[in-house]
Nanobody
Framework: QVQLVESGGGLVQAGGSLRLSCAAS????????MGWFRQAPGKEREFVAA????????SYADSVKGRFTISRNNAKNTVYLQMTSLKPEDAAVYYC???????????????WGQGTQVTVSS
């Protein structure tokens, strides 16, 4: 069992940066692939980025490639999403999620955090 808690969301101007964190409880965190997803009002939850259990493999949505970076620190049971050059269309609730293997599909993930709001002003 893994419990996930996101933090780091907030209000930022377009072009600015934020770093989201997702803290995990449970001894098995290091064996899980982790993903970041987002959901804007009236829209489906969409894939943002994912990282393998070792950090050796990552995947990004085309819309965030070159602007967002996912990373993890297994010693701290934490996964991060560094977001730069933020755009108004990046505004959403951001969720972290965990499963045994890296995937870009939300409904394949077993564990979810409660989400953190990111607002980008133009």
């Amino acid at each position: 069992q893994v419990q996930l808690v996101e933090s780091g969301g907030g209000l930022v101007q377009a072009g600015g940066s934020l770093r989201l964190s997702c803290a995990a409880s449970g001894r098995t965190f290091s064996s899980y692939a982790m993903g970041w997803f987002r959901q804007a009002p009236g829209k489906e939850r969409e894939f943002v980025a994912a990282i393998s259990w070792s950090g050796g493999s990552t995947s990004y949505a085309d819309s965030v490639k070159g602007r967002f970076t996912i990373s993890r620190n297994n010693a701290k049971n934490t996964v991060y999403l560094q977001m730069t050059s933020l755009k108004p269309e990046d505004a959403a609730v951001y969720y972290c999620a965990g499963r045994y293997a890296l995937s870009t599909t939300p409904n394949r993930y077993d564990y979810w955090g409660q989400g953190t709001q990111v607002t980008v002003s133009s």
